[in-house]
């Protein structure tokens, strides 16, 4: 769909109305230049349709990662402080497995069942991101996560290449 503005662009520039050849022709290098940037990263498991992060260009958006241990199936534990150490695990793989790590995260959603937990969540956070480098982040109270996890941590991370 991103390639229409492009064709039409074209067709009105054959039309001899329009932006000039070189406009064109920048226009077109963009709209295969991002179409072609965006990939898939699919080296992780999911529990549902969607992909474990996305890059586009240098961002990597990562899917909302729960306390699933990968070993086993099951979550981590039913407290919060093992259930956000594997959540960050997970993210951890799913950054590594992209050549990103955990200072190139600009921004994560924590998606808590119970804001009572976030005291404890927020001390192992906190040890996951160097001191001084912490990301943006929004914290929120759902009512129910996927396998009843009680945390959720998605990100999303930038690397200049």
Do not use: W
């Not at 074209?10 to 329009?18: E, K, R």
């Not at 199936?73 to 993210?91: D, F, H, K």
């Not at 480098?133 to 996560?145: K, M």
């Amino acid at each position: 769909m991103k390639l229409i503005p492009g064709i039409l662009i074209i067709a009105l520039f054959l039309c001899g109305c329009g932006p000039s050849e070189d406009d064109v022709k920048t226009i077109v290098a963009n709209e295969l230049a991002n179409a072609s940037a965006r990939s898939k990263v699919t080296n992780a498991e999911v529990i549902g349709p969607y992909s474990p992060a996305v890059r586009i260009g240098n961002l990597l958006f990562v899917s909302g990662q729960i306390g699933l241990d990968p070993a086993t199936g099951q979550l981590a534990g039913p407290e919060i402080e093992a259930q956000t150490q594997q959540a960050l695990r997970n993210l951890g793989s799913v950054l590594s497995g992209t050549g990103f790590d955990s200072s190139h995260v600009v921004q994560c959603t924590v998606y808590l069942k119970d804001m009572n937990d976030f005291q404890k969540m927020n001390l192992i956070y906190g040890g996951y991101f160097q001191e001084g480098h912490y990301p943006a982040r929004t914290t929120v109270e759902v009512s129910n996560l996927p396998r009843n996890a009680i945390i959720e941590i998605a990100a999303i991370a930038f690397k200049s290449t």
